[in-house]
Every structure is written in C-alpha cells, then in structure tokens.
C-alpha cells in the first residue's frame, strides 16, 4: 500500500480543517444521478455514505436503483427483504433497514424485478412518504437512483434537496448528464444541481470537465450548476469493489478515498437543510411541494 501513502487529493484541499458534527440537525437528503448507466453512482453514493460516516455522521443509504439494485452486492450485504416487500405491503420500510459497514443504514431494494421498474408515480411517492413513519436518527440521507431518466430518478430527485449529477469525461456521458439536468430542470423544479466528475486523471480535467457542461447550461437553461468536485480513476476502487467494501473503508489512503472524504466535507458546507427536526419530514413535503407545482403546470 505504499503507492496510497504519497497521493495527492485532486480535490487539493485549502481548508482541511475537519467540520465539528452537531448534536441534532436537519437532515439533509442528497440523490445522486447520471445521464448515462455505469459512470459510478453507486461507488460515489456508498463512499460518500462511507466517508460521512467516518466523519460521526448518521447516515441513511437508499438504493433507489428499483429494479436493478447493487448497493448490497457492492457492500457484501444479503438483505432478506427490500423494496420490493414495502411496495407489496408485506413489511414496513422500518422493517427492511439493514445495517451497513461503519454504522451507515440501508434501504435495499430488488435486482431483477421488472415490476420495480414500472411503478406508478402514486407508488413512488407513497415510497417516499414512508419516511416520514422511520423512526431512525438521520443526518444525511443519500439516495442511489438508476441510470437515465426514468420517472423513478426524477420522483426521488425532486424530492432530496441536493441533486448530484455524476459524469465522465466522455461525449455520451456529457450529452446524458446534460439531458438529465434539462429535464430536471425545465420539468421537475430542480435549480440546483452540483456536478461530480468521476474517473478523472486529475483536478483540471474535473475542472475541464465541469466548465463545458456550465457553459452550455447557463446559455440554454434555467439552473444553477455547482461544481462538487472529482474523483479520480482509481485502482484501489475497482479493488475494493471486487472485495465488496467501500473504497473508503478498505482503501482509505488511497487517491479516490481521498477524494470520497474531501466531498463528504465540501456536503457539510453546502447551505443548511431547512426542516423543523431531525426526521425525514423534510423528504416528504418536498414531494408534496413539488407535485401540487407539477399539478399546478399540467
Ligand atoms: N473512480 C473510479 N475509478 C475506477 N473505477 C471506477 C470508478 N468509479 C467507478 N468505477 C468502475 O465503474 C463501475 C461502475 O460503477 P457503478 O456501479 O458505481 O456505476 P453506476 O453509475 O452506479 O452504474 P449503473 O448505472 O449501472 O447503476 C464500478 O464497478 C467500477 O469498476
Ligand atoms: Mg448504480
């Protein structure tokens, strides 16, 4: 592990200082997206949870990706029931939680359902109602959702109050994220959106990376694009995944770990949730919000 020891951070931290947990905040929900399929939501949302975590926070990790779930299959874990028995009413979302590595929560849900991929919009949002009844302590509530822009991705993205777009520096992930944000914007309300570049060679091209989709979206949509940071391709990723661990927990030295804990910290700064109490309340009248402006605009 010595090539971990002399890495440098593409994130190149100024202020390290580590931000102070507080005893009871709103809890902040974050869902985490792409345009196009594998470009590492799932690795970002784990070991953003995972970092987080490391950093005393409550965590709450949903696998939003309905019908073609692997945040258990990425950390090891075997869920005996998931989604799927909360959309048949056969367990509570309470009963389905599981525990994770480094005290993170987990809502697991089913790979290879097809009727986990066509729920109705009145089913997603009874999902997402659900957590107003978890009666868990959460800070952070991170949410993996699927590829593309299923009406799923956009239920739960409109509903979090951060939306995370993941990208790659190639044209049919750009083109994809640039769909995604276009439609989350002009149709779902979503404003604010912060972009992460994953499997970077270095800060500038993150930085490269970003500039050219802001630059597009300023000129043609109505949205404020924040530049989360970057991960860089990393070994010691694909590593980890093979062992099933986050990267994060089984690599923490290493340049995409160090990478994971800087945005764990840079989500600490971003503006405070606003929400009466620690609970998911906050989710859930988001969605209300936003259906009763949907409604309003059909
Ligand atoms: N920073 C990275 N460095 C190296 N490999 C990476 C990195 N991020 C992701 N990968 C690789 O890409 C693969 C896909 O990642 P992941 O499953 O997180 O993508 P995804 O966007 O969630 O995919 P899907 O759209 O299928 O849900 C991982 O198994 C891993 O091998
Ligand atoms: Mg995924």
């Known amino acids: 592990m010595a090539d971990q020891a002399q890495v440098k951070d ?23 997206a792409s345009g196009k399929g594998g470009v590492g939501k799932t690795n970002v949302s784990v070991n953003l949870a995972a970092a987080l975590a490391v950093e005393g926070r409550k965590v709450l990790l949903m696998d939003a990706d309905l019908g073609l779930a692997n945040v258990d299959i990425l950390l090891g874990l075997h869920p005996r029931y998931d989604l799927r028995h909360v959309i048949s ?10 525990d994770g590595p480094l005290g993170i929560h987990i809502i697991p849900a089913s790979s290879g359902v097809a009727r986990m991929t066509e729920l109705s919009s009145a089913e997603h949002a009874g999902l997402i109602r659900a957590f107003s009844d978890l009666d868990i302590p959460v800070d952070v509530l991170i949410v993996d959702t699927g590829a593309g822009i299923a009406d799923s991705v956009l239920s739960f993205a409109r509903a979090a109050q951060e939306v995370v777009v993941v990208v790659c520096d190639e044209p049919s992930s750009i ?11 002009r149709d779902h309300g979503v404003t604010r959106i912060h972009i992460l570049a994953n499997m970077v060679r270095d800060s500038a ?44 927990e089984a690599y923490p030295r290493s340049k995409s770990a160090l990478a994971m804990k800087t945005l764990a910290k840079r989500v600490d700064k971003w503006s405070a949730p606003i929400a009466a109490s620690g609970r998911l309340e906050f989710f859930v009248e988001r969605l209300i919000e936003q259906e009763s402006t949907f409604e309003a605009h059909q």
């Open 10 to 32: 593409v994130n190149d931290v100024k202020n390290p200082k580590p931000v102070a947990p507080s005893p009871r905040r709103p809890v902040r929900v974050i869902a985490v």
């Open 89 to 98: 009413g056969e367990r509570t979302l309470a009963e389905i939680v599981i």
């Open 175 to 185: 083109t994809d994220a640039y769909a995604l944000i276009k439609v989350l914007s």
């Open 205 to 248: 091209q993150g930085e490269k990376l970003f500039a050219k989709i802001a630059r597009v979206a300023e000129q043609f949509l109505d949205v404020n694009l924040q530049y989360f940071g970057a991960v860089p391709h990393d070994d010691f990723l694909r590593k980890a995944v093979q062992r099933q661990a986050a990267v994060v």
